[in-house]
């Protein structure tokens, strides 16, 4: 018997763009599952500096958490790419089995949260000053992979009557 297929969602972009509110959004409307950010508990809990090998450990565990999360459609509350373009501006390098298990064809859609709502200060937030850097970096990866992908924009109203729009789209 065939497994059904699962649709899978990524919520994606720099930081303080809104990814988890509008994933919990999504998560509400849609009545699915949210695949939850592993690194923000995990980065919480550490009482020194992260190092590459913490984000090769976060990147497995996102993925674990995306194994075991059911249902038919899920909201990936980030995924390895997140890990891959973190490890790649903090260590100028990529652990291998991010580079080993990131497949952008893995999601069905990804959807990257634009840079037009205010800066959030947080303690696990880097950089306020990146954020078109970091933007630019999350589009070309996404238009080079070839994959679906929508940029959301407004405030959270907004962003979430578009996402809704765009995954409706996909889902007919």
Known sequence: MLKPKIIKIAVVGPESTGKSTLSQQLVQHYNCALVPEFARDYIGKLKRKYTLEDIAF?????????????????????????????AEHAFRSCPKFISDNWNPADYDLH??????????????????????????????????????????????????SAAIKVIDAFLK
Request: hydrophobic share 40%.
């Open 58 to 86: 976060i990147a497995k565990e996102q993925l674990q958490l995306e194994k075991q999360a059911q249902g038919k459609m899920l909201i990936c509350d980030t995924n390895l790419l997140v890990t891959k373009i973190w």
């Open 111 to 160: 959807l990257l949260m634009n840079i037009d709502l205010p800066w959030e200060a947080d303690p696990q937030r880097e950089h306020p000053n990146l954020r078109t850097f970091f933007f630019d970096w999350y589009k070309r990866e996404l238009i080079e992979s070839k994959v679906n992908f929508s940029i959301i924009s407004g405030n959270s109203f907004e962003r979430q």
